[in-house]
């Protein structure tokens, strides 16, 4: 099932997510439908609060993006990305790996807003996956960009936290206009 992504404004967005500690039949449709909502709007990642839940999880598909490369590592030897795509991660604890670099991002629940994001080049990630079981990996490109991206999301951090104050500056009447749209949206139901 498709479902509706909200956008920026949305107090959700700004919700910590809670722990997830079993692997529920509800866990298990939540990340079939995120995983559908995902595909069906072109993104390589989604987070549980962007389709209104508060909870610690996530999904990933980089293998749509072809011109920005990702590398991974397990146990300390490179591995093929693909091999762990679609990646779900649960509960999951990012650590810095490596040094900061830039590139573009963009997020479900800012639709049109792009902006230049530096975060740490390479990170270490360990979670739950789908089936609950621990895993862990490094992970560089395009995968710890989206990694970050999205376990922000389950911090209640967003994008816009990131960008630098001059970029945040020069998108804040887009920003402005999105967040009231969403806000009278919310007034309406
Ligand atoms: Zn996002």
Redesign the pocket.
């Given at each position: 099932m498709i479902l509706e992504i909200v956008k920026y404004g949305h107090p959700v967005l700004r919700k910590k997510g809670e722990r997830i500690e079993t692997i529920t039949p509800e866990i298990k449709k939540l990340i079939a439908d995120m995983f559908e909502t995902m595909e069906a709007s072109h993104?390589v990642?989604?987070?549980a609060q962007?389709v209104g839940v508060a909870k610690q999880l996530t999904v990933i598909d980089v293998r749509g993006v072809t011109d920005r490369p990702s590398t991974l590592e397990i146990n300390g030897k490179p591995a093929e990305v693909a091999s762990i795509m679609p990646l779900v991660l649960i509960n999951p604890v990012v650590t810095p790996a490596g040094e900061p670099a830039t590139g573009g991002?963009?997020?479900?629940?800012?639709p049109e807003i792009f902006a230049e994001i530096t975060r740490p080049g390479t990170v270490d990630v360990s979670a739950l996956d789908a089936k609950g079981k621990p895993i862990s990996f490094r992970c560089g490109g395009l995968l710890a960009r989206a990694v970050q991206?999205?376990t922000?999301?389950l911090n209640g951090l967003?994008?816009i936290d990131r960008m630098d104050k001059k970029t945040k500056a020069e998108l804040q009447p887009e920003l402005d206009d999105l967040q009231a749209a969403t806000k009278k949206v919310l007034a309406k139901k």
């Open positions: 993104g990642g989604l987070a962007q991002e963009g997020c479900l629940s800012f991206h999205e922000d999301h967003l994008f």
